[in-house]
C-alpha cells in the first residue's frame, strides 16, 4: 500500500466512524499529517445531511480553512457554501474579499445558508445557546482550552475533534495553582477534556506527515511522539538547490549550504548567559535569513519545482520580545539594502502552531539561558518550533545547552491528581541536541 | 526579570538599601484594619497552636492559645474565642450606602502569604462546615468565622481585603537579597526600613534572628519550649495547675509572635508614607461589592464553597482571573511613572520627546478611503527596537491608539494615530511638539458580553464509576 492509499483508508475509517453517528471522534495528527485536508473533507460530506459548524482556534487558522475550501474547489471537489463568522473588528484578508460562495458574518442568523460555518472558538462563544447543531468539528484540539470547550459542548451534539498531540499545551497569563491537579481543570487541553468524560472516544490516528522530509520525519517521531509516524515523500522528492554561490565563506553560508544539501542545520554561537533578546542572536539569525534570500534557492518537490519565495521562509522564536527585535532588525535590512526579508514571516511558537514553510530558521528555545525552565524545555514548544518545515531547518543556538540540561533538575512542582505528560521534555532536548550536534556548522 | 528591576536590585546591593519601585501605593490601607498572626502545630496544618490579633497597636493584642493542638474540642474552644472577636470586627461593616454597597469592607493584614494562605484555605476550609450540634460539635461562632475565612481566600489580583506585608512591601521595594529570603518579613523590613545606623543587610541579619512571622513556628522553640509545655499539660492532674500552664504557654507565645505583629503595623507605615495611586479607589470599591456580595450569601444562607468547584465555576473564575490581572498591570503602569518606567526598559514601552507633529495628515485605508490619520514623530529616550505595525496607546490618555511606521532609519519613531486622536472634537488630545510622552502597550480594556453557560455540558460531565445509583 502507498502512503497515499495508506491515509485514504485512514480517512474512510474516520468518516465511517462519524457517519456511524459515535458521539466523540478524536484524531490524533502528526505535523502536516493533512489534518485540515482531514477536516474539510469531512466537512464537505457531512454537509449534505446538516449545517457543519467548524470550530478554529485563531482567526488565522479560520482564513486558512476558508482558503483551503476554495482551493479544494478549484481542483474538482463539489462546490460549499462557507460561512466566515467573525468578530465585529476583524477585517476579511484581501484575498478572500471577493470570493464566490464565501460569506462573511459577525452574526450567526446571516449564514443560515452556509452549509460550513468556520469560526474561532471565541466567536462560537459568543452567540447565545439557543440554537444547536448536531455535529460539528473542532481543529486543533489540543491547542483548545478546557474552559473554550464548554460553550462548544452546550450547542453541538456530537463532535469530530482534530488535533496535533505535540503541540504546545494551551497556557494562562493568570496564576492557575488553584486550578492545578483539578479533575476537568479549565487549562487543561479540549482533547483531555473529552477523553476523561467520554471514555468511548474513538480514536483514530493520522499515519503520514506530507509534510516533513523523511530526514526530518524519523527524528521528530521518535523524540515527540508516542504513536509514530513516516513522512509520505521519498528522500530523492525534495530538494533544494543554491542559485548563486556565496563569494564569502562563512558560518552563515555553511549553515545554508548544510540545510540545502541535508535539511538540518546547527549554528551554535560562544556559550554566554545573555538576555532573551540576546543581540549576537538576533544578528545570526538575520544574516542566515539574509543569506537564505539572496541565494536563489530552487525548491524541488512532489508539485514540481519553482523559486522560493521569502515568505515561505519562517522564523520560530519563543518570546514575543526576541520576534519583535528580529523583525524590527529585517526591517532595518529592508530599508537599507531594498532585499525583501522583512516578507520572511517571523512568530512566536504558539502562533505558527499549524502553519507551514519550506524553511523554518529556529531561535532554540534555551539558547543562552542560565537555567532550563519547564517553559523553555517544554517538549511542545521546541517540537512546533522544529517541525514546521517541509524542507529544511536552521537552529541557531547558544552553546552550553547541554550543560543547562545536565545542570538543572525540574523546579516545576508536583501537582497532585494532574497526568503527567506521556513526553519527557529532559529527553526530547537532548534526542534532538545530539541529532542537531552532527549537523553543526 | 526586568531589566529595571534587574538594575534596582544590584543598586540596593552597591548601595545597602532598599530602592522604591514605585513612587505611590497601589494598595489599599483600611484605617481600622486586623492584624493577625499566627502558628500551627508543626507539620499539621489543620492544629492551629495561636492567633494573635488586633486592631490598633497601642493595645495589647489578643491572643489564644492551644494548650495541646491535637485535642478537637480544645482546637474549637480556643478558635471559638477569636471566631467571637473576628465576627465582631466584620459587624462594624456591615452599613450600606443607599445603593446597597457596604460604606467600607474589612481589611486582614498578615505578615506573609503562606499565613493568608493557612488561615483561609486551611483554617477556613476545615471550620467552615463543622456541625454546631450532635457528637464533637463546634460552637456556632465557629463554623461561621470559617465560612469568613473562606470568603478572605479567594480573592482576586488587586484586591485589598488582605494584605500580606511581604507581597505588599515587595510590591513597593526592591531590596538587594534573594525573592526567597524577601518571604521573612522581619528581614525585608531590615531592608526597607532599617534602624537608624545600620545599614539594611545588617538590619536584614538581626531580622532574621527573630522569631519567624508563623504560620510555622520556629524547631528550636518547639524543641525547647514547646513540647516540655505540652508534655506538662498532660501531666497536670488539676485544673489549676492546667491553667497555669496556659497562661505560661501564651506568654511564650506572645514572645513569639509579638515580633510580627509589630512587624505588620510598621509595614504599614511603610507603605502608608506613600500617596495612594489613582486606581487604589476603584479597586477598593470593587471589593466593598464583593464584601457586600457575601454578606448577602451569609445573611440567606448561601454562603456556600465548593471543594471542588464545577467546570462552569471554574471557567468563569479563569476568565475573571485573567482579566483582573491584566487590568492590575495596566493600571499600576498608567498611576506610576517608575513601574511604567519597567515597561519602558523592558522594550515593551517607548518614551520620548515628541519632535514634530501633523494633526492634519490624511491617508489611504483599507478599504481605499481618505481618513484623517495625524502623525507624531518621537525622539526615543532609549533604543525602541520594534518593529512597525506595533500598537501602543497614550499612556496619559490610552483610548488613543496609534500605530508604529516604517523607520527611516533617522533613529526617529514615526506613530499614526489610529482612534482617539483624529476626529476635531479629540484632536486636542495629541500630544504638541516638545512633550515628553510614554506610549505603553495598555489600552482600554474591552469588555466582551458573553452568554452564560447555564448547565454543564455533556463534554464536561464526568461519569465516576463509584457514584452512586440514583435514590427515588
Not at chain 2, 458 to 469: A, R
Request: hydrophobic residues 40%.
Amino acid at each position: 500500500m502507498t502512503a497515499a492509499e495508506a491515509a485514504a483508508t485512514t480517512r474512510e475509517e474516520i468518516w465511517a466512524t462519524v457517519a456511524a453517528g459515535t458521539r466523540s471522534t478524536l484524531v490524533d495528527s502528526p505535523p502536516g499529517a493533512g489534518k485540515s485536508t482531514l477536516v474539510r473533507e469531512i466537512g464537505r460530506r457531512a454537509h449534505r445531511r446538516t449545517q457543519v459548524p467548524i470550530v478554529v482556534q485563531t482567526n488565522d487558522q479560520a482564513d486558512d480553512m476558508i482558503r483551503g475550501f476554495i482551493a479544494d474547489q478549484r481542483r474538482g471537489a463539489a462546490p460549499v457554501r462557507a460561512g466566515r463568522l467573525h468578530a465585529g473588528d476583524y477585517v476579511p484578508p484581501v484575498d478572500l474579499r471577493a470570493q464566490q460562495g464565501l460569506a462573511f458574518s459577525k452574526s450567526i442568523t446571516d449564514l443560515h445558508d452556509s452549509n460550513v460555518i468556520v469560526a474561532t472558538a471565541a466567536k462560537w462563544a459568543t452567540i447565545g445557546f439557543d440554537r444547536t447543531w448536531p455535529f460539528a468539528i473542532v481543529d486543533e484540539a489540543y491547542q483548545m482550552r478546557s474552559d473554550a470547550l464548554l460553550p462548544i459542548g452546550v450547542m453541538m451534539e456530537s463532535l469530530l475533534s482534530v488535533g496535533d498531540p505535540g503541540q504546545l499545551a494551551p497556557f494562562t497569563t493568570a496564576d492557575d495553582t488553584r486550578f492545578r491537579g483539578r479533575p476537568l481543570s479549565p487549562m487543561e487541553t479540549a482533547a483531555a477534556t473529552i477523553l476523561t468524560t467520554q471514555p468511548a472516544t474513538a480514536r483514530l490516528a493520522l499515519p503520514i506527515s506530507w509534510r516533513l522530509p523523511s530526514h526530518a520525519a524519523n527524528l521528530i517521531s521518535d523524540a515527540f511522539y508516542e504513536i509514530p509516524f513516516t513522512a509520505g515523500t521519498q528522500p530523492q522528492q525534495r530538494r533544494l538547490r543554491c542559485g548563486v554561490t556565496p563569494l564569502h565563506r562563512g558560518r552563515t553560508a555553511d549553515a545554508v549550504n548544510s540545510a540545502t544539501r541535508h535539511g538540518w542545520a546547527y549554528l551554535e554561537l560562544d556559550d554566554l548567559p545573555m538576555p532573551q533578546t540576546d543581540p549576537d542572536a538576533v544578528g545570526a539569525i538575520v544574516d542566515v535569513v539574509k543569506e537564505l534570500v539572496d541565494a536563489d534557492i530552487t525548491v524541488e518537490d512532489e508539485y514540481g519545482t519553482r523559486g522560493l519565495q521569502p515568505s515561505e521562509i519562517a522564523v520560530g522564536v519563543t518570546h514575543r520580545d526576541q520576534r519583535d527585535h528580529v523583525r524590527t532588525a529585517l526591517q532595518n535590512i529592508r530599508t537599507r539594502t531594498g532585499v525583501p526579508v522583512d516578507q520572511v514571516v517571523v512568530d512566536t511558537a504558539n502562533v505558527l502552531q499549524g502553519r507551514e514553510f519550506e524553511i523554518v530558521v529556529v531561535w532554540h528555545p534555551l539558547s543562552g539561558r542560565r537555567d532550563a525552565s519547564q517553559f523553555h524545555l517544554d517538549a511542545g514548544r521546541l517540537c512546533v518550533l522544529l517541525s514546521r518545515h517541509r524542507q529544511a531547518c536552521i537552529v541557531v543556538s547558544r552553546g552550553g545547552i547541554c550543560d543547562q540540561l545536565a545542570g538543572h533538575a525540574p523546579t516545576e512542582p508536583v501537582w497532585l491528581g494532574e497526568t503527567t505528560p506521556v513526553l519527557d521534555g529532559w529527553h526530547a532536548h537532548l534526542t534532538v541536541l545530539d541529532h542537531l550536534m552532527r549537523n553543526a556548522v | 526579570m526586568n531589566a529595571l528591576h534587574t538594575h534596582q536590585a544590584l543598586l540596593a546591593a552597591a548601595e545597602r538599601r532598599a530602592v522604591a519601585k514605585t513612587t505611590r501605593r497601589h494598595v489599599h490601607l483600611s484605617p481600622r484594619p486586623l492584624v493577625l498572626v499566627g502558628y500551627h502545630l508543626a507539620g499539621d496544618l489543620g492544629a492551629p497552636l495561636a492567633l494573635m490579633w488586633g486592631t490598633s497597636r497601642d493595645e495589647e493584642p489578643h491572643c489564644t492559645v492551644v494548650p495541646e493542638p491535637r485535642n478537637r474540642s480544645l482546637r474549637f474552644e480556643a478558635l471559638a474565642g477569636f471566631a467571637a472577636e473576628f465576627l465582631a470586627y466584620l459587624s462594624d461593616f456591615e452599613s450600606r450606602d443607599e445603593a446597597g454597597v457596604c460604606l467600607d469592607a474589612p481589611q486582614l493584614v498578615v505578615p506573609n502569604a503562606a499565613t493568608a494562605d493557612w488561615l483561609g484555605g486551611i483554617v477556613g476550609r476545615f471550620t467552615r462546615n463543622l456541625r454546631a450540634d450532635g457528637d464533637s460539635s463546634a460552637p456556632p461562632s465557629v463554623p461561621l468565622a470559617g465560612k469568613y475565612l473562606s470568603f478572605f481566600a479567594d480573592l482576586m489580583p488587586g484586591s485589598s481585603l488582605v494584605l500580606a506585608a511581604t507581597d505588599a512591601l515587595t510590591t513597593h521595594w526592591q531590596t538587594g537579597q534573594l525573592p526567597s529570603e524577601d518571604l521573612n518579613l522581619a528581614a525585608l523590613l531590615g531592608w526597607i526600613d532599617p534602624p537608624a545606623g545600620m545599614y539594611a543587610p545588617q538590619a536584614a541579619r538581626a531580622g532574621e534572628a527573630s522569631p519567624p512571622a508563623g504560620p510555622e513556628s520556629d524547631p528550636n522553640w518547639d524543641a525547647e519550649t514547646l513540647a516540655e509545655l505540652i508534655q506538662e499539660w498532660h501531666a497536670a492532674d488539676d485544673e489549676a495547675s492546667r491553667s497555669a500552664i496556659r497562661r505560661e504557654l501564651a506568654g511564650e507565645i506572645r514572645e513569639q509572635l509579638t515580633p510580627a505583629w509589630a512587624d505588620c503595623w510598621r509595614a504599614l507605615d511603610r507603605l502608608d508614607s506613600l500617596p495612594a495611586a489613582d486606581h487604589v479607589t476603584s479597586r477598593w470599591q470593587s471589593d466593598r461589592r464583593s464584601w457586600t456580595g457575601h454578606c448577602d450569601r451569609v445573611a440567606e444562607g448561601r454562603a456556600y464553597f465548593r471543594n471542588i468547584p464545577t467546570p462552569v465555576q471554574d471557567a468563569t473564575r479563569l476568565r475573571i482571573l485573567e482579566a483582573r490581572t491584566e487590568d492590575l498591570q495596566r493600571e499600576m503602569a498608567w498611576d506610576d511613572p517608575l513601574v511604567m518606567a519597567a515597561v519602558v526598559a523592558s522594550g515593551e514601552a517607548l518614551a520620548g520627546r515628541v519632535v514634530r507633529t501633523d494633526a492634519q495628515r490624511r491617508t489611504q485605508n483599507g478599504n481605499g478611503r481618505m481618513v484623517r490619520r495625524p502623525l507624531i514623530t518621537i525622539e526615543p529616550a532609549l533604543e525602541f527596537a520594534r518593529p512597525a505595525g506595533t500598537t501602543l496607546f497614550l499612556s496619559t490618555n490610552p483610548g488613543v491608539k496609534l500605530e508604529v511606521l516604517p523607520s527611516d532609519g533617522s533613529g526617529l519613531i514615526r506613530a499614526e494615530v489610529l482612534r482617539g486622536a483624529n476626529q476635531n472634537t479629540t484632536i486636542g488630545l495629541l500630544p504638541n511638539l516638545g512633550d515628553e510622552v510614554v506610549l505603553s502597550p495598555y489600552g482600554k480594556p474591552e469588555f466582551y458580553q458573553r452568554p452564560k453557560v447555564e448547565y454543564i455540558p455533556w463534554t464536561h460531565q464526568q461519569i465516576l464509576e463509584d457514584e452512586p445509583e440514583e435514590s427515588q
